[in-house]
């Protein structure tokens, strides 16, 4: 189980290129999830190790503050402004919405598990629902990078992008544009 380099931080961020930190986000989603689908064989391995332990508390960091704001920057700054384009992106945004939801649910049964890692009364619990949220959250990235991000490039203006790159380093407390950027 490699837990090292899973740093949850926008680096390098560049919100000039808001599309970009997206697919950056969902890189580090993915990497997330394979480290908790190698948590959950590895406690069913080798019991709550030292390494289990750290591992959850990385993965319950990760999703709890970076990925919840990915979700944010969707549903409060992308979303709007390409839903009323077609009926096909309003149904996918429908679509996507109600992914984030069925996220959001699977999380709250997860994560107090990852917040008691050592102590767990039922680990094949953990692993069953380490590996939904795994599975769900992956195909969703997934339908977003192969459905949605290519069709909305060509929509949005400079202007809009500006305007979502401004709101997602808001979000993140940062300063627009990035130091250096002018
Ligand atoms: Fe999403
Ligand atoms: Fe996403």
Same mark, same amino acid.
Request: glycine share 4%; charged share 25%.
């Given at each position: 189980?490699?837990?090292?380099?899973?740093?949850?931080?926008?680096? !390098?961020?560049? +919100? %000039?290129?808001?599309?970009?930190?997206?697919?950056?986000?969902?890189?580090?989603?993915?990497?997330?999830?394979?480290?908790?689908?190698?948590?959950?064989? &590895?406690? *069913?391995? #080798?019991?709550?190790?030292?390494?289990?332990?750290?591992?959850?508390?990385?993965?319950? #960091?990760? +999703?709890?503050?970076?990925?919840?704001? @990915?979700?944010?920057?969707?549903? !409060?700054?992308?979303? =709007?402004?390409?839903?009323?384009?077609?009926?096909?992106? $309003?149904?996918?945004? @429908?679509?996507?919405?109600?992914?984030?939801?069925?996220?959001? *649910?699977?999380?709250?049964?997860? $994560? /107090?598990?990852? *917040? %008691?890692?050592?102590?767990?009364?039922? /680990?094949? *619990? +953990?692993?069953?629902?380490?590996?939904?949220?795994?599975?769900? &959250?992956?195909?969703?990235?997934?339908?977003?990078?192969?459905?949605?991000?290519?069709?909305?490039?060509?929509?949005? %203006?400079?202007?809009?992008?500006?305007?979502?790159? @401004?709101?997602?380093?808001?979000?993140?407390?940062? &300063? +627009?544009? =990035? =130091?250096?950027?002018?």
């Amino acid at each position: 189980m490699e837990i090292e380099n899973f740093g949850a931080q926008t680096d !390098n961020a560049d +919100f %000039s290129n808001p599309l970009a930190m997206i697919h950056a986000c969902h890189e580090r989603i993915r990497r997330f999830c394979r480290l908790l689908q190698d948590a959950g064989s &590895a406690l *069913q391995q #080798h019991g709550a190790s030292q390494d289990f332990v750290t591992a959850c508390k990385h993965i319950h #960091h990760y +999703f709890s503050t970076a990925g919840k704001l @990915h979700h944010q920057d969707e549903e !409060n700054d992308i979303f =709007p402004l390409v839903i009323r384009t077609s009926l096909k992106i $309003a149904e996918l945004i @429908h679509q996507l919405k109600q992914e984030h939801r069925q996220l959001d *649910q699977l999380w709250e049964s997860l $994560a /107090p598990l990852l *917040q %008691s890692a050592r102590h767990l009364d039922d /680990p094949g *619990q +953990f692993i069953r629902l380490a590996n939904d949220y795994a599975r769900l &959250a992956v195909a969703h990235v997934d339908k977003e990078e192969e459905e949605f991000l290519p069709v909305i490039q060509h929509l949005l %203006s400079s202007e809009q992008l500006e305007k979502i790159g @401004h709101s997602m380093a808001l979000r993140r407390n940062l &300063a +627009f544009p =990035p =130091p250096g950027f002018e």
